[in-house]
């Protein structure tokens, strides 16, 4: 049997593994705009089309976005690191100065995303200090609209890709 996992090595270790990182967008009934920060995204199925997020049960946005049944995921491109750093932060409006449109459902996306996906929720489960949302995606834009690099997340800073030479 191993011994305990400590947390900051273990997240320090997972910092390692380089992610996407998105914006989550959302409207609530009453108009306003939700939105946060989520690096912890992936595809889950083709047939039918579902991904996943993973979101800290202390999130105080998520609840309010979980109460609409759906949200959008719109992917930052490696410009983007400003508009990241912003949906990170609590007591703004997020939405503000930020380029975006809705999607057929109403939920707010990043007119200039890499490409972006409208949800409805399908399934939550508890895993540890978050929550495992899947979503069904209902809309997605049209990807030749799109142009640019992803933003990655590495090692607790925002990075851009270096392309590397072909090999074979």
Known sequence: ???????????????????????????????????????????????????????????????MIRETGRFAVSVLGDNHHKVASAFARKGIDRWGGVAHTGTGTGNPVLTESLMWLDCEIDAEHEAGDHHIVVGRVLEMSQLEAHRGEPLLFYRGGFHGIASLPATG
Do not use: E, K, N, W
């Open 1 to 63: 049997m191993t011994g305990a996992i400590d947390p900051r090595a273990y997240r320090d270790a997972l910092g390692r593994y380089a992610s996407g990182v998105v914006v989550i967008g959302a409207t609530a009934a009453d108009g306003q705009r939700l939105g946060f920060t989520c690096q912890s995204f992936h595809s889950v199925s083709l047939d039918p089309p579902l991904i996943s997020i993973s979101v800290a049960q202390t999130s105080t946005t998520y609840p």
